[in-house]
């Protein structure tokens, strides 16, 4: 079954303590307007191997952005499913999974390990004004003691505050989609988003659409085999005659019969025919799949119904009508 209550906890950060002893977790004290939080972000895995995977986007930009900004200060309840601002690491189009890097809790020396990547944008999250945190994951309390870091009363957090599906069978129980964990700092006077986002490596990047088990293709996917290249999401003409692109990165005749691209909303266009080694394909957008000019996704599905490629943009990106976008 999935997290018991998934949300996202705005506020702001005032004091922080790096992860240490036999389950490290990297712990930051948040207040909203009428409350204390602490959310505490796991720095290793109790399963090997146990340096966890991590990635940083300094420039994180993606649709969710701008729901996330109207949000209260405090926890805000997410129901998942797609369209909202829940986080789904495989689904959402939030990075390409090779960009993450595995990084052990503490290493001697300067900057090399997590607690120290954490700590950076933590601290500048800290000594920014009107700086924002939204951590992403499973609360817990309000309890009635006093928080055993940093002594509020009554303690309660955030917690999970990393992927949550595809998990090794003894944490199969925690699975779900559109319930992933995660960090976004949001810095208003720089215009800038950061994301942090954090998957155990015993966590698999192929998963069931309803249950978010892990799943074991027949043939090994091949992410990136066919990229999605380019997309007309504000045509000119009348009526609007909108497109995608896909490239073939291979060698290879591909076959897209039983493939399919996606929307925001997953909504789905079958695919069908062959795409040439090194070749280009302009397909034409039909319903029921919808590019919104105010931002949105767009995946592409193997045969199979696994993840090969996946786009976001947001509407700042969107030029006048006619051009094209390109990723």
Request: hydrophobic share 35%; glycine share 10%.
């Amino acid at each position: 079954m999935p997290l018991r209550k998934y949300g996202v906890l705005k506020g702001t950060a005032i004091a922080r303590r790096l992860g240490a002893g036999p389950s490290p977790h990297y712990q930051v004290r948040i207040i909203d307007q009428t409350a204390d939080h602490r959310i505490a972000v796991n720095v290793s895995s109790k399963l090997p191997p146990s340096d966890l995977q991590y990635l940083v986007d300094e420039q994180f930009q993606h649709p969710i952005t701008e729901e996330l900004k109207n949000l209260r200060l405090g926890f805000t309840p997410l129901p998942g499913g797609p369209g909202g601002p829940a986080l789904d690491y495989i689904r959402g189009n939030l990075f390409l999974p090779d960009h993450m890097k595995s990084l052990p809790p503490t290493v001697p020396g300067p900057d090399n390990d997590l607690n120290e990547k954490l700590d950076h944008y933590f601290q500048r999250t800290m000594a920014a004004e009107n700086a924002f945190v939204y951590a992403f994951g499973e609360p817990w309390g309000p309890e009635g003691i006093k928080d055993k870091y940093f002594g509020f009363l009554p303690g309660q957090g955030i917690h999970d505050i990393h992927m949550n599906q595809g998990n090794h069978p003894s944490f199969a129980d925690q699975d779900g989609v559109w319930q992933d964990g995660g960090v976004l700092l949001h810095f208003p006077e720089d215009g800038q988003w950061v994301g942090i986002f954090l998957k155990f490596q015993s966590q698999s990047w192929h998963t069931d659409d309803v249950t978010g088990h892990t799943l074991i293709p027949h043939v090994p996917v091949r992410e990136g085999l066919v990229r999605i290249v380019a997309a007309l999401v504000n045509d000119a003409r009348t009526p609007e005659r909108e497109t995608i692109t896909l490239l073939n990165t291979s060698p290879e005749t591909v076959s897209l019969q039983g493939w399919a691209l996606l929307d925001k909303q997953e909504h789905k266009l079958p695919l069908s025919g062959d795409l040439a080694p090194g070749a280009t394909r302009l397909l034409p957008v039909a319903k029921p799949l919808e590019l919104s000019n105010q931002g949105g996704l767009i995946t592409l599905l193997d045969d199979k119904g696994m993840k090969v490629d996946g786009v976001s943009y947001v509407k700042a990106q969107v030029r006048e009508p006619g051009w094209t976008l390109v990723f």
